[in-house]
């Protein structure tokens, strides 16, 4: 995987923890969903870079309720190619939920 890659997948989970560490949004429209809400064929149906953000959001909300503060990008990246084969396997479970069997 080259620099570039890595940069952009850190910078996602950056953004992902921020997003998730800021608190509840009071307002609901339309656009509003619950992590509960996605399954794994939603996630694999995102593309190119939505995809990525939506994992990088999974990663930064598990590791928020965790309380840790720290992650290894390699770990990260095997646990991702994890999550994508759990899904196009089981693509009607919870995508938090097969998330967290990965991170165990």
Known sequence: MGVSR??????GL?????IVS???ISAQDANTRTVDQYTCK???REH???RDVTIAFLHGYLLGKSGRATFTIDDLHK???AFIERCLDNPSERA???MSKIKG
Do not use: E
């Open 48 to 50: 190119g870079g939505n």
């Open 96 to 98: 938090v939920d097969a």
């Open 42 to 44: 939603d996630v694999m």
């Open 79 to 81: 646990q991702t190619s």
């Open 6 to 11: 890595r940069i952009g997948f850190g910078a």
């Open 22 to 24: 800021s608190g509840p």
């Open 14 to 18: 950056a953004l992902a923890i921020i």
